[in-house]
């Protein structure tokens, strides 16, 4: 939700913002903006994508080795010129880039028109650069004085970075719930919402704090501060991602690379965790918190989106597995429904960013309750990963692609894992069930890789269901969570309606909007529920609707009635969501490109919602 990126150095800041815009791009996309210091200051801006002002910008003058870039997901204002960032100061010799949300902007605003102040934009940023430069004026202070007063006054979010035309060689970064990376290069520095512009340009980070205020100067000096006046020694960090992460490797798009990293991404998670031969499940990021996951009388998972849905197959895994009472929660409305929370409850918040800020406050909630807080989440070093008590990172690796994939799976791998271990020393699972399952876990990666096989067959049924207006998704059990991530999928990138149903449920409703349009996918691999699901795929049948069944290989009763069977290798049901999620992968996104809609940055959506 937004991405931010500056440079200072001995280059060219230009191409370094722009190529760090491209790789931030996933954030945000509906405006872009650049602003370059060379003597004089330049900002130029522009509605749309990147690629946008890329050509509205064409052979301006971009020279300056000083500059800052943002790519905008609107939230004060509406995407257009205007409101895209860098804002300027009143008098126009400070700019600034931010990501988040000013809450109180209108009364400081209202303060700052009484004094004179005139604004441009509908945005809550250019209130801030305002009210820096008004406190710089005023108190004839420095401007990182001036950035520390003007953020005491602030109530919200913010990740900005301020630049002056005064001062060529200076910037000012500050983080209060919106993410900020400083890469420290030979001579440079590169500031960011995250680590993707930084990464082929240096491995060395600090991840500024909340409440922090960075400076940094062309001469090499980085020095931090409180927004209380406080000192801090930056801690240096190295990034273990890789260049060719963030890119496309020969794909199409961000969204199918990383469908079809799963088995790899599944691999990594489980790494050094699982040894089925042993019988060893270990979560060495948990390990002191396991004892009070076996005692505990109560798990509450906090998440949303696609990490909702992970957290619903935790339910069924820690119930079923483990034996102990899970609710899974939105972190959006458990943060405001003054939920009951105990002391002994441990919540479990996932998250791919790390950065969502429903799933943020809902941790402060349950901490501020005394509640035990362990994180899955897969940016290393990200807010939420820094305020739980513990938790383990998926190794899912940088994930691009709006539409969340190889991140579920990897949070599916994670829950398995955690289940498991604690089901294993509670004694709720027989030695030899543990045994299985162990096993069958270590055999996902590679029934992922044959899940893939599908592609295929899955792109011609795309091609029959392409003009769709809804579809229907349907399972049991453990495979009930998956339908509802199929059908986000389907609805986040196709535009497509669609809605994930409990099978039996669906006699409740949703069966009046069947009809012979309708194509229903229908996950039916459980074993513990296989004739109810062939009897819920007859009663679609017998209102002419389509049915596209997902299936265990060598099923031949429901290849007779369904008008598609998909199969998939067999596994134990917990494990199943792992391999029944992944041709509703594919269906979405082929159905989405034959549709030309836009894959990885679909309308109105961005990657890492850092506003509530
Ligand atoms: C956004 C993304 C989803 C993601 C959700 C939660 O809506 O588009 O893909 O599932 O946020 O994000 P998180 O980073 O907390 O998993």
């Not at 240096?202 to 006046?229: H, P, Q």
């Not at 190794?395 to 294993?424: D, N, R, W, Y």
């Not at 067999?570 to 509703?584: A, G, Q, Y």
């Amino acid at each position: 939700m937004c991405g931010i990126v500056a440079y200072i150095g001995d280059k060219d800041a230009y191409p370094i913002l722009m190529n760090g815009l491209r790789r931030l791009e996933y954030r945000g996309y509906d405006s872009a903006g650049v602003a370059l210091l060379n003597g004089d200051m330049r900002v130029y801006k522009k509605a749309g994508k990147v690629d946008d002002l890329d050509q509205f910008i064409g052979t301006a003058d971009v020279k300056g080795s000083i500059g800052i870039g943002h790519t905008r997901w609107a939230t004060h204002g509406e995407p257009n010129d205007i409101n895209a960032h860098p804002h300027l100061s009143g008098t126009g010799n400070l700019t600034m880039i931010h990501n988040g949300i000013i809450e109180n902007y209108g009364s400081l605003k209202a303060e700052l028109q009484e004094r004179g102040h005139t604004f441009s934009s509908d945005t809550d940023t250019e209130v801030l650069i305002h009210l820096i430069e008004d406190i710089m004026e005023k108190e004839q202070l420095p401007l990182e004085e001036a950035v520390r007063i003007a953020l005491s006054q602030v109530i919200g979010a913010y990740a900005i970075v301020v630049m002056a035309k005064g001062d060529q060689d200076k910037l000012i970064a500050a983080r209060k719930s919106s993410p900020l990376v400083i890469g420290i290069g030979k001579g440079e520095f590169f500031i960011a919402s995250d680590a993707t512009p930084i990464v082929e340009h240096t491995k060395n980070v600090v991840y500024l704090n909340d409440l922090e205020i960075a400076v940094v100067t062309r001469e090499g000096d980085l020095s931090i501060k409180t927004i209380d006046n406080q000192r801090k020694t930056p801690y240096v960090q190295e990034l273990e991602w890789k260049l060719e992460m963030l890119e496309k490797g020969g794909y199409d798009h961000f969204m199918l690379k990383e469908i079809f990293e799963q088995p790899r991404s599944v691999k990594d998670s489980m790494r050094g965790r699982l040894n089925p031969d042993k019988g060893i499940v270990a979560l060495g990021g948990i390990k002191d918190y396991e004892q009070l996951l076996v005692n505990a009388k109560r798990i509450l998972i906090v998440a949303c989106g696609t990490s909702w849905h992970a957290g619903l197959v935790g339910e069924y895994l820690f119930e079923d597995l483990a034996r102990i009472p899970v609710e899974v929660e939105y972190a959006s409305e458990f943060r405001y429904r003054n939920p009951v929370i105990n002391p002994d409850d441990v919540v479990i918040a996932i998250s791919q960013s790390g950065e969502t800020a429903d799933t943020l406050a809902a941790i402060e909630l349950a901490k501020s309750k005394g509640a035990t807080i362990l994180g899955i989440c897969n940016v290393v070093g990200s807010s939420i990963s820094r305020v739980t008590h513990a938790g383990s990172y998926t190794h899912a690796g940088p994930e691009i692609g709006v539409a969340s994939t190889k991140a579920f799976t990897a949070q599916l791998t994670i829950l398995t894992l955690m289940a498991l271990s604690i089901a294993h020393k509670k004694g709720t699972l027989s030695e030899s069930r543990f045994q299985v399952l162990l096993h069958a876990l270590d055999r996902i990666p590679a029934k992922i890789e044959k899940a893939l096989e599908t592609n295929d067959l899955i792109l011609g049924i795309a091609e029959r269901y392409k003009e769709a207006t809804n579809a229907l998704y349907l399972g049991r059990g453990y495979n009930f969570p998956v339908a509802l991530e199929g059908a986000l999928k389907l609805k986040e990138i196709s535009y497509i309606h669609a809605e994930g149903y409990p099978a039996a449920e669906m006699k409740h409703g949703p069966i009046a909007l069947i009809d012979e349009n309708m194509p229903v996918i229908v996950m039916a691999t459980n074993m513990s529920a296989y004739e109810k699901i062939v009897s819920n795929i007859q009663e679609v049948k017998a209102r002419k609707g389509k049915v596209i069944a997902i299936v265990a290989e060598g099923d031949t009763i429901i290849h007779e009635m369904a008008d598609y069977t998909i199969e998939i290798p067999h596994t134990e049901e917990p494990l199943s969501p792992l391999l029944t999620v992944i041709p509703l992968q594919l269906l979405a996104y082929h159905i989405a490109v034959l549709r030309d809609c836009n894959v990885d940055q679909p309308r109105n959506l961005a990657k890492s919602v850092t506003v509530e």
